[in-house]
């Protein structure tokens, strides 16, 4: 049978199942959308290449399965280029077309032209430039394997127009060979034997949980080994979700903006054991400072994080799901000779138990009592009872998608996450703009969950004409804008350490406004000024199902993000919230 190169295109995603496409048509990608019309993939036209690919990201998240987008050559490939670099931070599978100038053109400087694959190469895993239609099906076979296999991450296949247009005889390739590239996968045993020895040991133990558990689909083997050691878990920005936030044993998120017990139990360990986590500067602070006393188990996929960072005293290569598999077999005889008491934690747990009760995220609470002995004024909105609100009004396996920042950081926070891939957020780039798109795509991938995505008022001018593509393809998402008029984080940031001389981050409360652009987009649009407000406008969002909804609530511009780990700084000199220091009052503001 013969094809086109992009009837064959068309039809190779197809044979790997692809059930949506994000993209946006151009000149060099026009062939293509042709066979498009006759295909059963659905295409969903965005109003932004860099939202076609924070949608893939968001339906990845989600799914577990490559998102994919496409898009035409010069500046639709370039506007594809930061998502790309966000899922590889985040090791998020992405499969992304580019269209190219015809080949005769390629280094001429011709209309639309850009060398996409040299931009790329250190944004993807791999990047393949076609040169003739009889590799198109062996090419996307190749880049749906190197996208889903070893470490996730994001892969780019580029189609000059003149390949798309020539013809081929149809085939599809039984297998993927693919010489130098053989992802390990399963432990060996003498790393398994020896990281059993340092648990059975361990007396201040700590799991540090990345992101890797729920690539690996590994939260079900991570909780039986929690509860088989007794080990409490910490679980990264990235890995919210992968142990439920309600069991005993979690301590919740590390890092930065972590809570003052995981920060600090991580510090006073005398084991991590790291599973599909990379040691970010983010986590760690002040790397010479970090956990100076914990011997390390790190499993990690990728060959090329052990060590990378903290040299481990076990590094485990391998899948992380079959990793802490082999952790579990190998311990279980040791629980049965009763090496595994829980009795031997007792004052770890005991110690970690007065770190809850002392230090509890906390602010200053909205409600009628936040505005005694403020004669005249309303009472302040605060940003995190609002999102407090937004989960206790919504099923616990609602998909929370966030952009970055202080927003960001809230929603980490506060929210309760029970169930594995109900977090959607840009953790390694820090990419600003990503919640509404990569919401839309989260939507499209599990329309049968509630989806809300929280974002701040500068990430959401960003991409939020987004919600044209949402409406007009009626995707039912919800917006919280936490709208506080400022880029918080950088506010913040000018608060504590430029000496309160706040340069360039006011945006405004009212401009735009957000409800009258939230209708002109075909949008529900909502405002809260007041804390009495907020649940009925979150019960009504949450009544909508036709289209998306968007609510704008005014919150306080003066909150700042606490527990924080000053940049630079060692995670010891954590700070907390001004009402848990020495010497200050509960309740004092800030």
């Not at 013969?2 to 060099?28: C, H, R």
């Not at 992968?242 to 972590?258: N, V, W």
């Not at 031997?344 to 200053?364: C, H, I, M, Q, V």
């Amino acid at each position: 049978m013969q094809l086109t190169g992009a009837q064959a295109l068309v039809k190779s995603l197809e044979m790997q199942d692809v059930e949506v496409i994000f993209g946006l048509p151009g000149g060099a990608i026009l062939p293509v959308y042709d066979p498009i019309i006759d295909s059963s993939i659905r295409h969903i036209l965005v109003r932004h290449e860099q939202g076609a690919g924070h949608m893939a990201e968001g339906y990845a998240h989600v799914t577990g399965r490559p998102g994919v987008a496409m898009v035409t050559s010069g500046p639709g490939a370039t506007n594809i280029v930061t998502p790309l670099a966000d899922a590889y931070m985040d090791s998020i599978p992405l499969v992304v077309v580019t269209g190219q100038v015809p080949s005769s053109a390629i280094g001429t400087d011709a209309f639309q032209e850009a060398d996409i694959t040299g931009i790329t190469i250190g944004v993807t895993k791999h990047n393949w430039l076609v040169t003739d239609a009889a590799d198109i099906p062996r090419v996307v076979a190749e880049a749906f394997y190197v996208a889903t296999t070893g470490r996730p991450g994001p892969v780019l296949v580029d189609v000059p127009k003149d390949v798309s247009n020539a013809t081929m005889d149809w085939y599809w390739p039984e297998t993927v060979d693919l010489p130098g590239y053989r992802p390990a996968t399963t432990p060996e045993p003498a790393a398994i034997e020896a990281a059993t020895e340092l648990i059975v040991t361990a007396e201040r133990p700590v799991i540090y949980a990345g992101g890797g558990v729920l690539k690996a689909s590994a939260a079900a083997a991570l909780r039986e080994l929690a509860e088989l050691t007794g080990i409490p878990v910490v679980t990264t920005l990235m890995a919210r979700g992968a142990f439920p936030d309600s069991h005993p044993l979690c301590l919740g998120m590390p890092g930065m903006h972590g809570n003052y017990t995981a920060v600090t139990a991580m510090q006073q360990a005398d084991l991590l054991v790291a599973l599909g986590s990379r040691f970010d500067d983010r986590v760690t602070g002040k790397l010479s400072a970090f956990a100076p006393r914990a011997k390390v188990i790190h499993v990690d996929i990728d060959k090329a994080e052990i060590g990378k960072v903290r040299r481990p005293e076990v590094g485990i290569v391998a899948d992380c799901r079959l990793a802490v598999e082999a952790l579990v077999t190998a311990l279980r005889p040791q629980r049965a000779a009763g090496l595994l008491e829980a009795s031997r934690l007792g004052a770890w747990s005991r110690e970690l138990a007065s770190w809850k009760e002392r230090f509890p995220l906390t602010y200053d609470r909205s409600g009628p009592a936040a505005a005694a002995g403020r004669p005249g004024r309303s009472p302040r909105l605060k940003p995190q009872f609002v999102l407090e609100t937004l989960r206790d009004a919504t099923p616990d396996d609602t998909i929370l998608a966030a952009g970055v920042g202080q927003h960001q950081m809230w929603a980490s926070q506060f929210w309760r996450f029970e169930h594995p891939n109900t977090w959607v957020s840009s953790g390694g780039l820090g990419t600003m703009g990503f919640a509404v798109p990569a919401a839309i795509g989260a939507k499209v991938g599990r329309p049968d969950r509630m989806v809300w995505a929280v974002d701040g008022d500068g990430c959401f001018q960003m991409t939020a004409q987004e919600l044209v593509t949402a409406s007009a393809e009626r995707i039912p998402v919800k917006i919280a804008i936490l709208n506080n008029a400022y880029l918080g984080m950088v506010r913040q940031w000018q608060h504590m350490f430029y000496e309160e001389r706040y340069s360039e981050v006011y945006l405004s409360p009212d401009l735009p406004d957000y409800v009258g652009w939230a209708e002109a987009m075909g949008c529900v649009g909502l405002r809260v000024e007041h804390p009495e407000e907020v649940l009925a406008a979150i019960e009504k969002a949450n009544q909508v199902d036709d289209r998306p909804v968007v609510v704008d609530f005014r919150t306080d511009s003066m909150e700042q993000v606490f527990p924080m780990v000053p940049a630079g700084a060692s995670n010891d000199d954590i700070v907390v919230h001004p009402s848990q220091r020495p010497g200050t009052a509960a309740g004092a503001e800030l």
